[in-house]
């Protein structure tokens, strides 16, 4: 090239690692964060213990649904005739085809994402709330935009400790903020 030649190279574009492993996701509900690999040619979900993921929401059947991995790579969930049924991105289904990033709902409750995933450790899951059941009330209150008067009166308590329960619960989650508060909430279905 010659001293005047302003052309540069770019490298060639990189392509992300092609999906390898299938995926249950909770997205809500009380497994809310749990992740597990699909290694299984069956995999049954539902409230049974003996349930490869069990789901312990409300409107969720023992065993409520299985998905299959067929011979050609294709994954088949299946609704084994669940009291509230099986919806995938919205639409009940008997039995049906799943593609990365399918939502699967489970009850009224728990939200699932069926997907791929070359790298598991990418995506840590959710710790638990390690908060007392009345610090749950509290926070549950907090998310329905109650001032902490409000939830004073509400459950027959001080505003002082009303204030008292916040400070905890914020320590505890590592949060500052009622709206943090609420996200922490609603991305474990408590709200």
């Keep these: 090239m010659g001293a005047g030649d302003k052309t540069t190279r770019h490298p060639p574009p990189s392509r992300p690692p092609k999906p390898t492993h299938p995926w249950l996701v909770v997205l809500q509900g009380a497994a809310a964060g749990r992740r597990v690999r699909l290694e299984r040619a069956e995999f049954l979900v539902g409230r049974d213990p003996a349930a490869d993921l069990v789901l312990e929401d409300s ?22 005739d669940s009291t509230n049924g099986t ?10 085809i799943l ?11 728990a939200r699932l994402c069926f997907t791929f995933d070359a790298d598991p450790r990418e995506e840590t899951p959710l710790p638990p709330l ?5 610090q749950l009330e509290v926070a549950k209150l907090v998310c329905q935009g109650l001032t902490n008067a409000e939830i004073a009166a509400t459950l027959g308590i001080g505003a ?12 505890r989650l590592d949060i500052g903020s009622r709206s943090a508060l609420a996200t922490a909430l609603a991305k474990r279905g408590l709200v």
């Design 160 to 171: 002082r400790t009303v204030t008292s329960h916040l400070d905890h619960i914020y320590t």
């Design 59 to 80: 409107g969720v059947s023992r065993r409520h649904f299985k998905i299959v991995r067929a011979g050609d790579g294709i994954f088949n969930l299946i609704d084994l």
């Design 130 to 134: 390690d908060l007392s059941p009345r």
């Design 99 to 109: 593609r990365g990033q399918d939502r699967i709902e489970v009850g009224p409750v």
């Design 87 to 96: 919806h995938v991105n919205g639409v009940r289904v008997d039995l049906t």
